[in-house]
């Protein structure tokens, strides 16, 4: 790290500190760091979107308590494990679509290889009849036509077998147990 002065201040009033020291010369490990980060794993590799939070471990060397998790770009608040690991937490509610993204560490300027963490598409959604009877089949040739499932009902409703629960008109009456 330099510092340079400012040829508008007195000597001494005003200095500003760059890292790495100029374009030209390489960053600098900060004091408390005696090794580059370099990331070894990733614990889970991957999520599928509509998963709940969840925290995200990276294993490897070099990581202090001072080190920080790059998670797609950004800066995450990281934790120094007991085993050497660094973690932080994941909130599913900022990923909207399938996505995969990469995950570093690094310590002040210096910053450590990255590996790829992939968020998995949603599956389809499933709907209440499948949730509830299990996955629906395809109608197979002995199944019946809704064409004549239909004619089948006008003609009980003609003889009287059939009567409709509710014929279109809202009832106003209310149940003994409710009040208004």
């Not at 960053?27 to 969840?54: Q, R």
């Not at 060397?61 to 937490?89: C, K, M, N, R």
């Not at 709907?127 to 006008?154: C, F, H, Q, R, T």
Request: proline content about 9%; overall charge negative.
């Amino acid at each position: 790290m330099s510092n340079i002065g400012s040829i508008n201040e007195p000597e001494g009033v005003r200095k500003t500190s760059l890292t790495p020291n100029s374009v030209n010369e390489p960053a600098t490990l900060p004091e408390w760091a005696t090794e580059a980060p370099v990331v070894t794993s990733l614990e889970p590799t991957e999520c599928t979107l509509g998963d709940a939070d969840f925290t995200i471990a990276v294993s490897g060397t070099g990581f202090y308590e001072q080190s920080t998790i790059v998670f797609a770009g950004q800066d995450e608040p990281t934790t120094l494990e007991s085993d050497g690991t660094l973690t932080t937490g994941v909130n599913m509610a900022v990923w909207q679509g399938a996505d995969t993204v990469q995950v570093g560490v690094r310590n002040g300027p210096i910053e450590s290889n990255t590996l790829p963490f992939t968020f998995n598409a949603a599956p389809e959604a499933t709907s209440m009849a499948e949730k509830v009877l299990g996955p629906l089949d395809e109608p197979s040739e002995g199944d019946a036509d809704p064409d004549e499932l239909e004619d089948e009902i006008e003609q009980s409703q003609e003889e009287g077998d059939f009567r409709p629960l509710h014929r279109g008109k809202p009832s106003t009456t209310l149940p003994k147990n409710r009040k208004r």
